[in-house]
């Protein structure tokens, strides 16, 4: 079992930064791919980053690239989002996710692999 809880979202304007957070309990977050997923009022959850599980290989959403960073921090069972150069598109919930059966990244990661989600954090962002 793994529960996942994200924190550091909030309202910030065009061109802000935020650092969203995901901290996960469960002896196995160290063998994990983690992801990042968001989804905006009326849309589909969408893949933003993956990070297998020793942290070095990692896959970003095309349009994300160049803006957030994914990372993790194993001996604080967390994984990280760094959001840059925000836009108010970039609204939505944001989701972290854990892919129990997978440690490498090799590409995206669906929204059906992931075992098990957090509840999100909602990002705002103002024009």
């Known amino acids: 079992q793994v529960q996942l809880v994200e924190s550091g979202g909030g309202l910030v304007q065009a061109g802000g930064s935020l650092r969203l957070s995901c901290a996960a309990s469960?002896?196995?977050?160290?063998?994990?791919?983690m992801g990042w997923f968001r989804q905006a009022p009326g849309k589909e959850r969408d893949f933003l980053a993956a990070?297998?599980?020793?942290?070095?290989?990692?896959n970003y959403a095309d349009l994300v690239k160049g803006r957030f960073t994914i990372s993790r921090d194993n001996n604080k069972n967390t994984v990280y989002l760094q959001l840059n150069s925000l836009k108010p598109e970039d609204t939505a919930v944001y989701f972290c996710?854990?892919?129990?059966?997978?440690?490498?990244?090799?590409?995206?990661?669906?929204?059906?692999?992931?075992?098990?989600w957090g509840k999100g954090t909602l990002v705002t962002v103002s024009s």
């Open positions: 469960g002896r196995t977050f160290s063998s994990n791919a």
């Open positions: 996710a854990a892919d129990v059966h997978r440690a490498a990244v090799t590409g995206p990661l669906k929204v059906g692999d992931m075992d098990y």
């Open positions: 990070i297998s599980a020793n942290g070095f290989g990692k």
